[in-house]
């Protein structure tokens, strides 16, 4: 296909077009048939269209103004009650945002202004497992707070003896994870609530990841622990609705235990020759078709679709889970019992599985500290459970058998966890970024 460095005297037709951008789609990741790991969360044609078409029905509009679009402050407040009664937030209030980052990035915005407002902290640090997301690190260079990052235990969850001797008079923000990305387990939120409210500090559960598919979890008998604001001590929780709540992207929900706390994450000026600035979370123009549906995918679910989503998904992560710890050679990583987990290995690498795998057409996710390839469960993923399973038998047996994998990205892997310094390894990847959004 030829290059087009400019913009060309005269347009294409709708159907050059498309036709353009079908053909440069052709080597992305193929999702729809179940056999990406990561990034997208397919509950099935029927949820995709009514999110699509509620999408476009109101992609013109902008919910940075409510009083100009009072159909999208309806769908934001609707949105946001039903998550509030999800979570157990008989009080709890919050906005909608375009993802999991930026809801973090209010919640740390918004302790960091309490702390300074009302405990006078003005070098604030926020204390947190290591394995949260890194949108905390993005945050804290944000916002001017310092990470304090703990090792996790031997089971990949928050270590509570050293969470609690990492807390000092600056922690404006202690963090947990419901569940966390990597080994997909949750942190003892319970304990850290507690922590966090006996230290008079905020506490904020991170269930980006898991909002949407733990309640149901619990109403179908899984053994999930208290995590929302049904715990004392809970003062902010972020959930995407664009992750287990299948809206369309990029839709998420940070909510707060009171009003009072969520305030402090609003942005107003009034010195401007524009007049009036008000915008209540980190983005300005917020596009309105995200909104509408993500209110609309609630709708046309209720609860009986995400239970019986949620169904699907845990039952076909169980199976997953059971056959890669049959394979020789795998072992999954600390007791994961929802939708997402690690498996690693003492005597195969792990990146070179990957590769193998890849070049079958599966994508998964490498992990490091440690070594890992993640599986993120979405209800596409049932169909194909045994053809998967099938595979990763056939590459771990050809690798123990010394056959080599195909070229792919196990060397760099290898390279970027061997270095002891971990700003080396950013400086490679910030030189890698720069490649990867040069022109062509």
Same mark, same amino acid.
């Given at each position: ?29 193929? +999702?729809?048939?179940?056999?990406? +790991? ?163 500090? $905020? ?68 010195? +401007? ?21 993500? +209110? @609309? ?45 690690? $498996? ?51 590459? @771990? ?44």
């Amino acid at each position: 296909m030829s290059k087009s460095p400019r913009l060309s005297s005269q347009g294409l037709s709708h159907q050059d077009v498309l036709a353009r951008m079908r053909e440069m789609r052709t080597e992305d990741a193929h +999702w729809k048939e179940g056999r990406t +790991w990561s990034l997208v969360y397919n509950a099935g044609e029927d949820v995709r269209r009514v999110a699509a078409e509620a999408y476009t029905e109101f992609m013109s509009e902008n919910g940075l103004s409510p009083l100009a679009f009072p159909s999208l402050r309806r769908f934001e407040s609707e949105v946001l009650a039903i998550a509030a009664e999800l979570f157990h937030g008989d009080t709890a209030t919050g906005t909608m945002t375009s993802g999991g980052t930026e809801s973090i990035l209010m919640a740390v915005k918004t302790a960091r202004d309490f702390a300074l407002a009302e405990r006078g902290i003005s070098e604030p640090e926020m204390v947190m497992p290591a394995s949260v997301h890194p949108a905390f690190q993005k945050a804290a260079h944000y916002f001017g707070v310092k990470p304090i990052n703990v090792p996790v235990g031997p089971d990949f969850r928050a270590d509570m003896a050293a969470m609690r001797a990492a807390i000092n008079p600056r922690t404006a923000l202690v963090v947990g994870s419901a569940p966390s990305y990597p080994q997909g387990v949750i942190d003892p939120i319970s304990e850290l609530a507690a922590l966090a409210q006996e230290k008079g500090v $905020f506490f904020h559960v991170d269930a980006c990841l898991g909002g949407f598919l733990l309640p149901f979890a619990k109403r179908l008998g899984y053994d999930i622990p208290d995590f929302d604001f049904a715990v004392p001590g809970v003062t902010s929780l972020s959930a995407d609705l664009h992750k287990y709540g299948y809206a369309a992207k990029g839709a998420s929900i940070v909510l707060y235990r009171t009003p009072e706390l969520r305030r402090y994450q609003f942005f107003t000026y009034t010195g +401007w020759s524009g007049g009036i600035y008000a915008s209540p979370s980190m983005a300005g123009t917020r596009p309105g078709g995200a909104i509408a549906a993500a +209110w @609309a995918v609630l709708k046309y679910l209720g609860e009986e679709g995400y239970l019986r989503l949620a169904r699907t998904v845990l039952d076909t992560a169980k199976v997953l889970r059971e056959g890669i710890a049959a394979i020789p050679g795998l072992e999954l990583l600390g007791k994961p019992s929802l939708s997402v987990f690690a $498996f690693s290995s003492k005597t195969l690498d792990i990146y070179a599985l990957g590769d193998a795998m890849e070049a079958r057409g599966w994508k998964l996710d490498r992990q490091m500290r440690p070594p890992a390839l993640h599986l993120m469960v979405t209800p596409a993923h049932a169909a194909v459970v045994e053809p998967f399973l099938a595979d990763l038998r056939a590459c @771990a047996a050809h690798l123990a058998s010394g056959e080599p994998a195909p070229d792919g990205s196990a060397a760099m892997y290898g390279m970027l966890g061997a270095l002891p310094d971990p700003k080396e390894a950013e400086g490679f990847i910030l030189q890698f970024m720069d490649s990867l959004y040069g022109n062509e």
